[in-house]
């Protein structure tokens, strides 16, 4: 008779055969998965949960305040005359290209002015009642400054090239504008990691030891081409902990913060190390692009069946001729505003699902099903850790705590033996 698990011990030949590992093996009590999922949250107090679901929570009503703030903006400049006063000042220029330039940088410093109460809140203000954030007002302010400049410079740049392919695509508009969208975010993603991200943070290699040579090992092992490892100082900015791989081709990083290295193991390290490479190893940098530009398409024939309508009814109070007007950029924010609001389930949906991906990739690699299920735990500070199978599906774009540690000790069951 066969010995197999679980099974009775058979008197036999086989059971004289029988190791005293596989004995032990027999003894052993089943992994309770369950249980050892419920141990982790359990670690939590009931004040650390209230905080953090509180928090997370709030999240859903900013995303409905972002959509009402979006559509004010919209108000102030369509039903105020704010755009007529603008574009009649942008008139003034000789050419068409800086004419709409001009309008586009000037609408989005406006349209950051009006919407100034909301982000001094959502990013100081809120971050200080929950304990997030490290910095003064000051400090914040500048780093928001910056963003705002980077947000302009590109931003006015992407205006300009749609209203260039408005103008010569005519009915097809959307079509080219949302190669314009891709090429611009292909762009954004492959100089973010070199130019952008170092303008509020200072990157630095890691030193060599035992957690960069770890880093490094699992990267060459699956084919990661990271030579290597940065760490940036977000300490100043907030007490979250965080990981990346970043950039396309030759701009490429693995970086980590210093929260990472400083408030956990190393064994928590490798686990989110090996989740943050297995989004490069799935190759979802490329699979979100392409959706995203599918995203793009969609909500730009959406937006044009209803910038139309709105225009034949309300173009002549608002001062706008047509799609190629640039005066119409505002009323074309506020459509995608509610265009992203709408999606947002989606959107989330899949890039949970990516998440998700990379967080078995992440096990498989670091074999560290505890790390991670520790780290989900510290991530509890922002992230309700046991919302409804509902909620998690529309509002969280990363798996919730007891998501990822259930899948943890899942994965420990089957590779551990729950040792």
């Known amino acids: 008779m066969a010995l197999t698990l679980g099974a009775a011990v058979s008197t036999g030949p086989a059971a004289a055969q029988a190791t005293p590992a596989d004995m032990a093996i027999i003894r052993r009590p089943a992994f309770d998965v369950e249980a050892a999922t419920r141990h982790y949250p359990d670690t939590l107090t009931p004040a650390q949960k209230a905080k953090s679901d509180a928090y997370f929570e709030g999240g859903y009503w900013l995303q409905l305040w972002g959509l009402v703030y979006a559509l ?11 755009s007529r006063w603008l574009r009649a000042r942008t008139e003034r220029l000789p050419r068409r290209w ?13 349209a950051a002015g009006l919407s100034f109460p909301l982000s001094v809140y959502e990013g100081f203000v809120r971050e200080h009642q929950y304990g997030l954030s490290n910095q003064t007002f000051g400090a914040w302010l500048g780093e928001d400054l910056k963003g705002l400049a980077v947000s302009v410079g590109f931003g006015s740049l992407l205006v300009l090239a749609l209203y260039g392919a408005i103008r010569r695509a005519g009915a097809r ?9 891709g090429a611009f975010v292909v762009m954004a993603v492959a100089v973010g990691p070199v130019f952008i991200s170092p303008l509020f943070n200072h990157y630095t290699p890691l030193p060599a030891g035992p957690v960069r040579a770890g880093i490094l090992s699992m990267a060459r092992a699956n084919g990661v081409p990271a030579d290597n490892v940065y760490y940036f100082d977000a300490s ?11 950039g396309l081709g030759r701009t490429i990083r693995v970086s980590l913060n210093d929260n990472l290295l400083r408030r956990c193991t190393p064994a928590e390290v490798q686990a989110v190390m090996g989740h943050e490479l297995g989004h490069y190893v799935l190759n ?16 730009f024939w959406g937006v044009d069946w209803a910038f139309g309508r709105l225009v034949r009814r309300y173009g002549a109070r608002w001062g706008v001729a047509g799609l190629a007007d640039v005066g119409g950029l505002p009323l074309l924010a506020a459509l995608f505003a509610v265009a992203g609001f709408l999606a947002t389930p989606v ?9 998700q991906e990379a967080d078995l990739f992440g096990l498989n690699a670091a074999r560290q099903p505890d790390g991670f299920a520790a780290i989900a735990m ?10 409804t199978p509902l909620e998690e599906i529309i509002f969280f774009d990363h798996p919730s705590g007891r998501t990822r540690v259930q899948a943890a000790m899942r994965w420990k069951a089957e590779h551990l033996d729950g040792r």
């Open 72 to 82: 004010g903006v919209a108000g102030v400049f369509l039903g105020l005359g704010l």
């Open 98 to 110: 800086q004419r709409n330039w001009a309008y586009a940088a000037l609408y989005l410093l406006l």
């Open 173 to 181: 508009w959307w079509v080219w504008s949302t190669a314009i969208v």
């Open 236 to 246: 100043k900015q907030s007490k979250r902990i965080s990981a990346n791989v970043s």
């Open 284 to 299: 979802h940098i490329p699979k979100m692009l392409v959706f995203l530009l599918l995203l793009v398409g969609v909500s």
């Open 347 to 355: 959107t989330n949906t899949l890039v949970r699902t990516n998440e």
């Open 378 to 387: 510290k991530l509890s500070e922002y992230r309700k850790i046991e919302p």
